[in-house]
Nanobody, 111 residues
């Protein structure tokens, strides 16, 4: 069970931090990822982080602006989003490596 929070409406250039709290799974054993889906577009992977070594991946479109992190003691993964652009507007989902998805959090960036 994954629950996202922290979405909202910001102006271009602003920041948001998404959180995804996990329950009912051995969080520390799973890769965790953030995906997003904009209206009329396919869902795309934004970032992911491995379970043990802190290795990360970022889509080119967010590299240098977004930072993924995790706190295994709190069973939570975060996505810090800085320098937001209107094209970042989407529903953001977290996902575990065993294919559990959260319900999504809306992020809207106004120009």
């Amino acid at each position: 069970h994954l629950v996202e929070s922290g979405g909202g409406l910001v102006h271009a250039g602003g920041s948001l931090r998404l959180s995804c709290a996990a329950s009912g799974l051995s969080f520390e054993h799973y890769y965790m990822g953030w995906f997003r889906q904009a209206p009329g577009k396919e869902r795309e992977e934004v970032s992911c982080i491995d379970s043990n070594y802190g290795r990360t991946y970022y889509a080119d479109s967010v590299k240098g602006r977004f930072t993924i992190s995790r706190d295994n003691a709190k069973n939570t993964v975060y996505l810090q989003m800085n320098g937001l652009k209107p094209e970042d507007t989407a529903v953001y989902y977290c996902k575990s490596s065993d294919d559990v998805w959260g319900q999504g959090a809306q992020v809207t960036v106004s120009s």
